[in-house]
């Protein structure tokens, strides 16, 4: 095939996305997607879900069957590494020895698990959950775990605590903040979570470290915490977040500080390189910026969600198929499911000053409004889809001119807001 | 197996057979038929998988939850009154022969 060559590093969600999307933008040139797992590409979300759980198989994980990518003629170049990029020669260098000549780099190389360094971490037993072979491990060790024990409540943690319970293990977690998924909610959510886990029957441990991993020479029976107390532990999740993937680019000399550093188009300082999904960090109006007073509309983020990903695919893969694109600006949304809670985010609540509840958490159906200052900054909703939907289309706005008071009164119609907007 | 039928925007049609227990968005993905994008998986948070059910179908089709009412609010295209997710339309043996209508565009 003539023409220009776009190779994507990372064959996860966005990097499969940012294929796909070249094609359907109409780009004509060479694709190759280059991923280090084995395997199709597959969606990492119910990992720690319902595939965890035994209620969905591989072929539900799969992003596209095989077919596609011949159809499509991206060429899929699974259980590969690139492990250098020459930017001078215009190549990407490969694990295996060979060489591909692009015209384009798109960096998807997403991140990996956060390693906890403490004595005993190597026991078998203590394990993470980032890829399909991390969680076909914990599926099969989930039916003889008696006592699970969870270092870390954000998502994955929190998820995988859900789906633990259920399979009848006793589970404790341990987190070193007061705050369970305080990196991404509100305190009023955080407590809310905190609560049903312990009603389903959880133990929890915050504001608590792990000081080592005690074992029988083999394997891990139990974790000492920071404060001197052993919980036993025969399966021990570690989930205290991760480490974006931004060597490739840092060793090329491109710009890394949390993640590869990338302008508003998504592109880095080489414009035949950009960065896209968990691995990327980008500027954006829905970062606050830490200065008082709330946004300043150039805050920086790195951001690990699926909507980050695909979105971000579609803008560069745009760009690179010659389309004229706007700086990449689309509403970050996220979600996560524990057990019969589902909770979705609309925009980075990270901030604010102000949260006001709409909805009863007694109900188990309400949202925490976040407003930095008197603007609003993102809305977390628990089982209450609409008022999540409502929230993607107010943020999209510069300014949803949404009042706190507003916000709380239930008789308050947010879709007739909207339409005002 | 049930046979579903696909009619893109062109009027062309693709008749698969989706396994009982699998969704029709599902079904779509495992054969490659464009204009089901399907996103978030099934989770209901993108509405990327949105298709119009054959009127005279509407009534073999499973109920709408409250996720799915308010995600269809987010379609690209029109919301009409036979607006499905098709990740919420899971194949059932009366489901033989249902026709869905995909949507000219899904983002």
């Known amino acids: 095939m003539a023409g220009p060559v776009v190779a994507v590093v990372g064959a996860g969600q966005a990097g499969f996305q940012a294929a796909s999307s070249l094609r359907q933008e109409g780009f004509a040139g060479r694709v190759v997607l280059i991923g280090d797992e084995p395997g199709l590409p597959y969606q990492r979300p119910p990992l720690s879900k319902s595939y965890l759980a035994g209620e969905s198989g591989i072929e539900e994980l799969w992003l596209r069957p095989e077919p596609f990518y011949q159809k499509q003629e991206i060429e899929l170049l699974t259980g590969e590494a690139a492990t250098a990029i020459d930017r001078p020669g215009r190549s990407l260098r490969l694990a295996s020895g060979g060489a591909i000549e692009c015209d384009h780099v798109v960096l998807a190389t997403g991140a990996r698990c956060r390693a906890l360094p403490v004595p005993g971490a190597d026991l078998d037993g203590v394990l993470p959950l980032r890829t399909l072979v991390d969680a076909d491990m914990l599926r099969e060790r989930l039916v003889e775990a008696h006592d699970v024990v969870v270092v870390g409540a954000g998502f994955i943690g929190l998820e995988f605590a859900a789906v633990a319970i259920a399979a009848g293990a006793a589970v404790h977690i341990i987190e070193v903040t007061h705050q369970p998924m305080g990196r991404v909610v509100s305190a009023q959510t955080s407590r809310f979570f905190t609560e049903a886990h312990r009603r389903w029957g959880a133990t929890i441990s915050l504001g608590t470290g792990v000081a080592r991993i005690l074992g029988d020479g083999r394997s891990a029976t139990a974790v000492e915490t920071s404060d001197g107390r052993v919980l036993p532990g025969d399966l021990v999740l570690i989930c205290i977040g991760v480490v974006p993937n931004a060597e490739l680019a840092r060793d090329a000399g491109l710009a890394t500080d949390n993640g590869i550093v990338v302008d508003e188009y998504l592109a880095t300082a080489d414009p035949a390189i950009s960065a896209i999904g968990d691995c990327a960090n980008f500027p954006t109006r829905f970062a606050a910026t830490g200065q008082a007073g709330g946004l300043t509309g150039h805050g920086r983020v790195r951001l690990e969600s699926v909507q980050n990903g695909v979105d971000q695919a579609r803008e560069v893969a745009a760009r690179i198929a010659g389309k004229r694109v706007a700086p990449y600006d689309k509403v970050p949304w996220f979600w996560s499911d524990q057990r019969d809670l589902k909770l979705q985010i609309a925009g980075i609540t990270v901030g604010h000053d102000q949260a006001v509840l709409r909805g009863e958490p007694e109900s188990s159906s309400f949202s925490v409004f976040c407003f930095a200052g008197d603007r609003l900054i993102g809305v977390e909703s628990v089982n209450r889809p609409a008022d999540h939907i409502i929230a993607r289309r107010l943020l999209a706005v510069s300014d949803p001119r949404l009042t706190p008071a507003q916000a709380a009164d239930e008789s308050y119609d947010l879709k007739a807001h909207m339409g005002r907007r | ?107």
């Open chain 2, 1 to 107: 197996m049930p046979s579903i039928t696909y009619v893109h925007p062109d009027g062309s049609r693709q008749v698969l057979d989706v396994p009982i227990g699998t969704s029709i968005m599902r079904g779509a993905i495992l054969n490659s038929v464009d204009g089901i994008v399907a996103e978030c998986g099934g989770e209901m948070m993108c509405a990327t998988c949105h298709v119009y059910v054959d009127e005279p179908d509407l009534n073999r089709m499973p109920p709408q939850s409250d996720d799915e009412k308010a995600m269809l609010e987010f379609t690209a295209s029109e919301r009409k009154p036979n607006s499905r997710l098709s990740c919420q339309l899971v194949v059932t043996p009366e489901m033989d022969g249902v026709v869905v209508y995909l949507p000219e565009s899904q983002v």
